[in-house]
């Protein structure tokens, strides 16, 4: 028994506008309409921008001659037609061809898909060996044309959000750079210009051993503040592509046994665990990688610190040396785990922890240049890892 | 007696150097991190001068200032960054009496806190009153709080909520309309939208009052607005 319409666009309708996914929501629909409306096959052709091409964009086989596959028709043809014509086109064969050859001479039924006012895309329904569409397999199909260009119009905007918010994000980045590039100078300027005016206040005399707390503060910020500035100029250079590397053979595991020397003289009571496996030898930049790792050292020290560090270099098949780093930390929470190689990008909510967004994003850089990768992984539980590949020479 | 100066900032850095600074001009120096802190410190001892910076964890610069002028007129000098004319404007509009922009130089810092010290003292005592009460609720400022006497813990009043129920402590014995408040809470454009009200000032009841039906707070005056009868009326 036929549905009445109105519960029948109720059925169409539901999955359609609860669905969030258009593929289910078409998968859904093709399956209700499926019971209203004989057919074998179904496609559905989008236009493009310019609206002068168009492309399949959903297709399936439901009925008869579901073997025939790829030589049965798709309705190509009568898709054409309809976006010439802009209105329903049907093609039937003669009484003769039908019946000798039901899956080359389909009866084809082709309906626009209108939304915003313009046409969209079009549906195409194929039947092998008829019958002959009748007045109400038109209405139902063209109520399910609606629904579907309904469908596709709710796919473009939600693929223009997605794309909205892939710039939004770059602006966001940039914007925040700058309110936190001029934060990050402006802390230790803050300092220098603080403690050294008051040296040099004329109505008091300081004692020596303030004399000194204060000069050795005056000192380190500006070492920072250089440190800052150097690491704002190298990502520049990073991102205009004006960086060069010097390339020579070296052991990964000497330049990372130098870094963790010079770590334990500036922080003594950090933990490090060193394991290593492997003596090959890659093609590297020293003072490029010496910065990687050193770059990693101080987000632990930022972001984890009191945390222990455990590094193991070992060999991994396809003549690659892999690298893992890893804290035992807080962790970096899901949510922002993907952006953390992003320029700029840096995990909200964390006020004054110094950084400018940059080290991951320069390590990252200096990675690549290597034919390397670099990720990171983490669990709120366990800390955070990252991982590096790096290749190996052949020989060796 | 030497006065007392609250400083706040997360930095141990600046801390310290407003420390040194104020002390050897005869202050005397109390320290917090972060807003919280600031304000159980505001809330447990005299303090004649606040030095707020903004940028900080917890309840930021901003906010602290906001809620400690719903009950104090303590003087308050913001450090804001330079070139930052939003913030100081900002500062400036939540109640600030000056602000020092940093990076700046010992002597500046000296000299503005003297000015706002000497200014404080010619215009009024300092008042601050933590505390409001009417019948049986309570409202404590520094934590924003509005507590009924013998519960537990404190009405869940919504942002909104509270902000509209400080209009009625602020302004008690007076009759406010429904275009004042909407135009203080929602803004400008929504000074026509009265169902917004109605139904908040509905909400707030079943939060605030024993007997929501008959209020004794907050009191509808047909054809004029809203009132919070001052203590005598009631």
Redesign the interface.
């Known amino acids: 028994m036929k549905l009445s319409d109105r519960a029948l666009e109720y059925r169409f309708w539901q999955d359609a506008v609860y669905e969030k996914d258009w593929k289910n929501a078409l998968d859904f629909l093709i399956e209700s309409l499926r019971d209203e409306l004989v057919f074998d096959n179904l496609a559905i052709y989008i236009i493009d921008e310019n609206g002068k091409r168009s492309e399949i964009a959903y297709a399936r086989a439901i009925g008869r001659e579901k073997n025939a596959e790829a030589d049965a028709s798709w309705g190509e043809e009568i898709a054409d037609k309809v976006m010439l014509k802009n209105e329903i086109v049907f093609d039937s064969p003669s009484e003769e061809e039908s019946s000798s050859k039901r899956v080359a001479n389909p009866y084809l039924a082709g309906m626009p898909l209108m939304a915003s006012g313009k046409l969209i895309g079009i549906l195409s329904l194929i039947r092998f060996g008829g019958p002959v569409y009748t007045q109400e397999d038109i209405s139902v199909a063209l109520l399910a044309a609606v629904v579907i260009a309904y469908i596709f119009e709710k796919r473009a905007l939600q693929e223009s959000i997605i794309a909205l918010e892939k710039v939004q994000r770059q602006m966001r980045l940039q914007d925040d750079f700058v309110s936190t590039i001029?934060?990050e100078l402006?802390?230790p300027?803050?300092?220098?210009?603080?403690?050294s005016?008051?040296l040099?206040?004329d109505?008091?005399e300081w004692d020596e051993e303030?004399r000194r707390e204060?000069l050795t503060?005056i000192d380190e910020?500006a070492d920072h503040l250089t440190g800052l500035i150097e690491n704002i100029l190298e990502s520049a250079r990073l991102q205009s592509q004006t960086f060069d590397m010097n390339f020579q053979p070296l052991r990964l595991d000497v330049l990372v046994r130098d870094i963790i020397t010079r770590v334990h003289a500036r922080y003594e009571n950090f933990e490090i665990v060193f394991t290593n496996y492997s003596e090959k030898i890659i093609q590297g930049d020293n003072t490029r990688l010496a910065q990687v790792f050193e770059n990693l050292f101080s987000n632990t020290v930022k972001y984890a610190p009191k945390s222990k560090i455990e590094i193991s270099i070992k060999n991994e098949d396809g003549n690659l040396l892999k690298v893992s780093f890893s804290d035992s930390g807080a962790g970096i929470s899901e949510e922002h785990l993907p952006f953390i190689f992003d320029r700029f990008y840096r995990v909200p909510d964390q006020?004054?922890k110094a950084g400018t967004g940059l080290g991951l994003f320069i390590s990252k850089r200096i990675i690549e240049a290597h034919h390397g990768k670099i990720w990171a992984e983490s669990d709120a539980k366990k800390g955070t890892r990252f991982i590096i590949l790096l290749p190996t020479e052949q020989n060796n | 007696m030497a006065k007392r100066i609250l400083v706040v900032d997360d930095e141990v850095r600046y801390q310290r150097l407003l420390d040194a600074n104020l002390r050897t001009d005869g202050y005397e120096v109390v320290a917090a991190s972060n807003g919280l802190e600031a304000i159980e410190i505001f809330s447990s001892q005299p303090i004649d001068l606040i030095l707020l910076d903004i940028m900080m964890p917890e309840l930021d610069g901003f906010k602290t200032c906001e809620r400690i002028r719903e009950y104090s007129n303590v003087p308050i000098i913001m450090l804001t960054a330079k070139g930052d004319e939003k913030d100081r404007v900002r500062g400036l509009d939540l109640g600030a009496d000056d602000y020092l922009t940093k990076p700046f130089s010992a002597t500046e810092l000296l000299a503005r806190v003297r000015a706002v010290l000497r200014r404080a003292q010619v215009s009024s005592e300092i008042t601050q009153v933590r505390y409001f009460t009417h019948g049986d609720i309570r409202v404590d400022f520094a934590r924003a709080e509005v507590w009924r006497d013998g519960a537990n813990e404190p009405i869940p009043f919504s942002a909104t909520e509270y902000r509209l129920f400080l209009q009625f402590v602020h302004n008690a014995g007076k009759i406010l309309s429904a275009e004042e408040l909407l135009t203080a809470i929602w803004g400008p454009d929504y000074r026509d939208e009265k169902e917004i009200l109605w139904v908040s000032i509905a909400r707030l009841r079943q939060k605030l009052e024993v007997e929501p039906h008959a209020p004794t707070h907050i009191i509808t005056r047909a054809g004029l607005g809203y009132i919070m009868p001052s203590d005598d009326e009631n």
């Not at chain 1, 300027?189 to 403690?195: A, D, E, N, S, V």
Request: no cysteine; aromatic share 14%.
């Open positions: 001029s934060h402006r802390t300027l803050g300092f220098i210009k603080g403690y005016t008051t040099l206040r109505d008091t303030t204060f503060i910020e006020p004054k």
